[in-house]
């Protein structure tokens, strides 16, 4: 991009690209938890944080604007985050005596880490001297690498608070973070097959090539596939489980748990555990948007194509325009895309409810594992079909036999679907449980 | 600054990389809290990640940490917080004959191993692969043509594994 950049010493790029993916996500940590807050609140038929920011102006000063006096000027609570953070700030920090020490102080630290080296290999625009931090032919592997660390602050903090709740919680953080990473590491494994490369940036390039490689004014979002859809929505469960979100909260269920992995932390020591699941909520949701999202395109309709192909001059004119503004404001679409991720979190947090363990544990290993098992085999089929079409375009036999092909791809990936659902919404294994229940048709209920 | 000639950037931070991952390795050893142990080994696998990114092998590095790091180390801390093991007091033996026959065997091996590796060593500068060695394309092309038959064998005898760990594990099948 910028000529003067590339003249920079390679220490000092690197380190502008870190910086630009950093301040941004430490910047808007506090805004995203005001904006979960009025949404779960505006979801939830509650009025939630409008207080603080408030201005009561005076009604005899002579400062104030004479139609301004005695009135209330309010910005809908926007700086409740900071006084959240003086909150935690001024807490007392209290260190219970029992604790693992050493173990107990590096945890958060830990914790931290793996939220923020996530986005290293996270593109949030078109501009490749600037981002991202390092385009490694790795891309993928790597985000799922990192991501696998994330296990590590919270089985820590949960072993080092020497509290049976802590520990629970800890047990419970490292059964769930590894279950559902096998499922999202193969939903993931199909979009690397769709793609043919393991590099983000490559995945965004190669969404914006013509819609199932037959409407050129449009973009192959993979969402806009029946493979990414199901990889997408395999993709946003382990998402959510991976971050320990509800409803998959059970390392930190409060009516369990009090706090679960946290519960002996408190003042700063909690704010970066806060902080840490917070700032990988935002990287989760931009891996998202990147693999399945078309990634800093703000839509899927190939601009400088319509440019070019457009009898009409008023239309190639306008989608110039539109291509230059996708161009440039990337990072504003990206951010938007982001926002809308977040926002489904806090839509699931505020509908669903907690998990129970042996639901949790069947829906990553019985339901999501193989549905992003048998998405890889119809990946198979759909690149295998596409390629036969794309090379006997002209062979009506071959023609007939691909889309009888494309058929029983698309039958397999309903019969998946359908498997799924019927899983999902069946009994629950109640003797896996070890769990007698009372019958509350006999003499139970009526006896006590 | 005047830094002496041999002492070049990339050797700094080979050395500095190296240096805390021998650290590790000798904590894992040394340490007598099981945790800690199983952290020191952590940190070990996860510099030797770092020393092969440094060697422009990143593919190598990436399955470092998803396999050592990722996935058995955090299988070890979970039976370590599982059993809840702390530091073993009853085990700490005072004089023991066995303690300076190891230490003379273990220094007889690594002065043995240093012979052999140290001297083709010396004056070596910047190791590095070249461009593209190791890349994720060229061991997969690799893995699917040359090497297919190990490959698929090694495939099958995992598969015989996780259906032993089931048979073992279940009660009732």
Same mark, same amino acid.
């Given at each position: 991009?910028?000529?003067?950049?590339?003249?920079?010493?390679?220490?000092?790029?690197?380190?502008?690209?870190?910086?630009?993916?950093?301040?941004?996500?430490?910047?808007?940590?506090?805004?995203?938890?005001?904006?979960?807050?009025?949404?779960?609140?505006?979801?939830?038929?509650?009025?939630?944080?409008?207080?603080?920011?408030?201005?009561?102006?005076?009604?005899?000063?002579?400062?104030?604007?004479?139609?301004?006096?005695?009135?209330?000027?309010?910005?809908?609570?926007?700086?409740?985050?900071?006084?959240?953070?003086?909150?935690?700030?001024?807490?007392?920090?209290?260190?219970?005596?029992?604790?693992?020490?050493?173990?107990?102080?590096?945890?958060?630290?830990?914790?931290?880490?793996?939220?923020?080296?996530?986005?290293?290999?996270?593109?949030?625009?078109?501009?490749?001297?600037?981002?991202?931090?390092?385009?490694?032919?790795?891309?993928?592997?790597?985000?799922?690498?990192?991501?696998?660390?994330?296990?590590?602050?919270?089985?820590?903090?949960?072993?080092?608070?020497?509290?049976?709740?802590?520990?629970?919680?800890?047990?419970?953080?490292?059964?769930?973070?590894?279950?559902?990473?096998?499922?999202?590491?193969?939903?993931?494994?199909?979009?690397?097959?769709?793609?043919?490369?393991?590099?983000?940036?490559?995945?965004?390039?190669?969404?914006?090539?013509?819609?199932?490689?037959?409407?050129?004014?449009?973009?192959?979002?993979?969402?806009?596939?029946?493979?990414?859809?199901?990889?997408?929505?395999?993709?946003?469960?382990?998402?959510?489980?991976?971050?320990?979100?509800?409803?998959?909260?059970?390392?930190?269920?409060?009516?369990?748990?009090?706090?679960?992995?946290?519960?002996?932390?408190?003042?700063?020591?909690?704010?970066?555990?806060?902080?840490?699941?917070?700032?990988?909520?935002?990287?989760?949701?931009?891996? %998202? @948007? !990147? $693999?399945?999202?078309?990634?800093?395109? /703000?839509?899927?309709?190939?601009?400088?194509? =319509? #440019?070019?192909?457009?009898?009409?001059?008023?239309?190639?004119?306008?989608?110039?325009?539109?291509?230059?503004?996708?161009?440039?404001?990337?990072?504003?679409?990206?951010?938007?895309?982001?926002?809308?991720?977040?926002?489904?979190?806090?839509?699931?947090?505020?509908?669903?409810?907690?998990?129970?363990?042996?639901?949790?544990?069947?829906?990553?290993?019985?339901?999501?594992?193989? %549905? @992003? !098992? $048998?998405?890889?085999?119809?990946?198979? /089929?759909?690149?295998?079909?596409?390629?036969? =079409? #794309?090379?006997?375009?002209?062979?009506?036999?071959?023609?007939?036999?691909?889309?009888?092909?494309?058929?029983?791809?698309?039958?397999?990936?309903?019969?998946?679907?359908?498997?799924?659902?019927?899983?999902?919404?069946?009994?629950?294994?109640?003797?896996?449980?070890?769990?007698?229940?009372?019958?509350?048709?006999?003499?139970?209920?009526?006896?006590? | 600054?005047?830094?002496?000639?041999?002492?070049?950037?990339?050797?700094?931070?080979?050395?500095?990389?190296?240096?805390?991952?021998?650290?590790?390795?000798?904590?894992?050893?040394?340490?007598?809290?099981?945790?800690?142990?199983?952290?020191?080994?952590?940190?070990?696998?996860?510099?030797?990640?770092?020393?092969?990114?440094?060697?422009?092998?990143?593919?190598?590095?990436?399955?470092?940490?998803?396999?050592?790091?990722?996935?058995?180390?955090?299988?070890?801390?979970?039976?370590?917080?599982?059993?809840?093991?702390?530091?073993?007091?009853?085990?700490?033996?005072?004089?023991?004959?066995?303690?300076?026959?190891?230490?003379?065997?273990?220094?007889?091996?690594?002065?043995?191993?240093?012979?052999?590796?140290?001297?083709?060593?010396?004056?070596?500068?910047?190791?590095?692969?070249?461009?593209?060695?190791?890349?994720?394309?060229?061991?997969?092309?690799?893995?699917?043509?040359?090497?297919?038959?190990?490959?698929?064998?090694?495939?099958?005898?995992?598969?015989?594994?996780?259906?032993?760990?089931?048979?073992?594990?279940?009660?009732?099948?």
């Amino acid at each position: 991009m910028a000529d003067w950049f590339s003249h920079l010493h390679p220490a000092i790029q690197a380190l502008i690209r870190v910086l630009l993916l950093v301040v941004p996500i430490l910047a808007l940590v506090p805004g995203l938890i005001w904006w979960e807050r009025r949404l779960l609140s505006w979801m939830q038929d509650r009025i939630g944080p409008n207080r603080v920011a408030t201005i009561t102006w005076s009604k005899t000063s002579k400062f104030v604007p004479p139609f301004l006096r005695g009135k209330k000027t309010s910005i809908f609570g926007l700086l409740q985050p900071i006084a959240d953070g003086v909150k935690l700030f001024f807490k007392e920090d209290i260190t219970p005596s029992a604790v693992d020490k050493v173990i107990y102080f590096i945890a958060p630290g830990i914790a931290l880490f793996p939220a923020f080296a996530l986005g290293a290999t996270l593109p949030w625009g078109p501009y490749p001297s600037l981002t991202p931090i390092s385009n490694a032919n790795v891309g993928v592997l790597y985000m799922l690498a990192i991501s696998s660390l994330g296990v590590y602050g919270v089985v820590l903090a949960g072993y080092s608070g020497n509290n049976k709740y802590s520990l629970m919680g800890g047990l419970r953080a490292s059964a769930q973070l590894i279950s559902y990473e096998l499922a999202m590491s193969m939903s993931l494994a199909c979009i690397v097959l769709a793609t043919g490369s393991l590099r983000m940036t490559d995945m965004v390039h190669e969404q914006e090539k013509p819609l199932w490689g037959l409407a050129p004014f449009l973009q192959n979002w993979y969402v806009f596939t029946p493979f990414g859809f199901v990889a997408m929505v395999v993709f946003l469960i382990c998402m959510v489980a991976e971050t320990n979100r509800a409803p998959f909260d059970l390392p930190e269920a409060e009516n369990e748990l009090i706090a679960g992995y946290h519960t002996e932390y408190s003042s700063m020591k909690f704010a970066v555990f806060f902080m840490g699941e917070y700032a990988a909520m935002f990287i989760f949701s931009g891996v %998202l @948007a !990147t $693999v399945f999202l078309g990634g800093w395109n /703000a839509l899927p309709i190939n601009w400088d194509w =319509v #440019a070019q192909h457009s009898t009409i001059p008023v239309f190639s004119g306008l989608a110039d325009i539109m291509g230059k503004l996708n161009y440039w404001l990337a990072p504003l679409w990206f951010m938007g895309k982001i926002t809308f991720m977040i926002s489904v979190y806090i839509w699931l947090r505020a509908t669903l409810p907690r998990l129970r363990y042996d639901q949790l544990m069947s829906l990553g290993w019985k339901s999501l594992l193989p %549905l @992003a !098992t $048998v998405n890889f085999i119809v990946v198979g /089929a759909w690149i295998l079909v596409s390629r036969i =079409v #794309a090379e006997n375009a002209s062979n009506q036999m071959m023609g007939a036999i691909a889309g009888v092909g494309l058929w029983v791809v698309a039958g397999v990936f309903v019969y998946s679907i359908w498997r799924v659902l019927n899983k999902m919404s069946g009994e629950p294994v109640l003797e896996s449980r070890s769990v007698t229940l009372v019958d509350p048709s006999k003499e139970g209920v009526a006896a006590s | 600054m005047n830094l002496p000639e041999w002492l070049t950037p990339n050797l700094a931070i080979f050395a500095t990389i190296g240096g805390v991952a021998a650290l590790a390795a000798l904590g894992v050893v040394v340490l007598n809290n099981a945790v800690r142990s199983a952290l020191c080994l952590v940190v070990c696998f996860f510099m030797l990640a770092f020393l092969y990114f440094t060697l422009n092998a990143e593919m190598l590095g990436i399955l470092q940490i998803v396999v050592y790091t990722g996935a058995i180390m955090v299988l070890f801390l979970f039976v370590i917080m599982l059993l809840n093991l702390g530091p073993m007091k009853s085990l700490i033996q005072q004089r023991d004959p066995k303690m300076i026959v190891g230490g003379a065997m273990g220094l007889a091996l690594a002065g043995m191993i240093g012979a052999q590796v140290l001297a083709p060593l010396v004056g070596v500068q910047e190791p590095r692969a070249p461009e593209g060695f190791g890349s994720p394309q060229a061991v997969g092309y690799s893995l699917f043509s040359g090497y297919l038959y190990p490959f698929e064998i090694a495939s099958i005898l995992l598969m015989v594994g996780i259906v032993g760990s089931i048979l073992l594990a279940k009660r009732r099948i």
